[in-house]
């Protein structure tokens, strides 16, 4: 009899710690939709500026996924069936960009993509200047948010079971065309999702993107720009439709989780 108002004092105050946790996330994202989220959709019809932002970070965020579905896919199906020559040391380099500060992350860009360095150098002797221009926003989305897709697609991967392949090799496939036809339709939804996550952290990104290029302007970079010029007011409209816009992969996230199954519990 005793261990009952123990146990409920401490439901209570798990209770409690998970609301006050709750509302500490939900609470400042919940204020800035109320107080921006009108007038950023208006806004929408009248800032050319804000439209431009919008288009440069959906269609550098779109680029960076794309690349690193194609580049990064093979890579994790090395690491999901073991076949990854040092992978721990591969494992801890794509945890890398996850962990470091993002203003430290363009700044190891810059150094490796700028004038200075070699590659930089080379590429404007070619004419193509990287730094300040849209393909130096792609290159600092796809290097902090890439690690995400990678990791993501890899779990998705170790899930199909590997005796599928073994059956499709059996019949005359190669590996990787067992992997491309087996693999690969029935980790489908995992790698959806994880190219979703990527895309939605590539969106967001605003400290190695400010290092490398501030004009022309992503929309994180706009809101900080308005910001630091005309005070919360003007940057409130951006930064709320930049909330908005992070609501769209939320919900295709959300919806391919139900679709597979994966929030039911383990049986």
Do not use: C
């Amino acid at each position: 009899m005793s261990a009952r108002p123990s146990h409920r004092l401490a439901t209570a105050s798990v209770a409690l710690g998970s609301l006050l946790l709750l509302g500490l996330l939900v609470l400042p994202v919940s204020a800035l939709v109320m107080r921006g989220g009108a007038a950023g959709v208006r806004q929408l019809g009248t800032d050319p500026e804000l439209r431009a932002s919008l288009a440069l970070t959906a269609t550098t965020a779109t680029l960076a996924t794309l690349i690193t579905v194609v580049l990064g896919t093979p890579l994790a199906w090395l690491l999901a069936r073991g076949q990854m020559i040092g992978a721990p040391i591969v494992n801890a380099l794509l945890d890398l960009p996850l962990l470091i500060p993002h203003p430290v992350a363009g700044i190891a860009l810059l150094l490796a993509f700028g004038r200075a360095s070699p590659i930089g150098g080379a590429l404007e002797h070619a004419g193509v200047m990287l730094v300040g221009s849209p393909v130096a926003i792609g290159l600092a989305m796809l290097f902090v948010a890439a690690p995400l897709y990678v990791s993501a697609a890899r779990e998705a991967i170790a899930r199909v079971d590997v005796r599928y392949e073994a059956v499709a090799r059996t019949l005359g496939d190669s590996q990787w065309r067992a992997a491309w036809r087996v693999t690969r339709p029935l980790a489908s939804r995992g790698l959806l999702a994880a190219a979703v996550v990527m895309w939605a952290r590539a969106v967001s990104e605003f400290g190695a993107i400010v290092i490398l290029t501030y004009n022309p302007k992503v929309a994180s970079v706009l809101s900080y720009d308005r910001f630091n010029a005309y005070g919360l007011p003007a940057a409130l409209p951006v930064a709320a439709v930049l909330v908005l816009l992070a609501l769209v992969p939320l919900l295709v996230l959300r919806s391919l989780r139900v679709r597979s199954g994966l929030g039911e519990p383990a049986r």
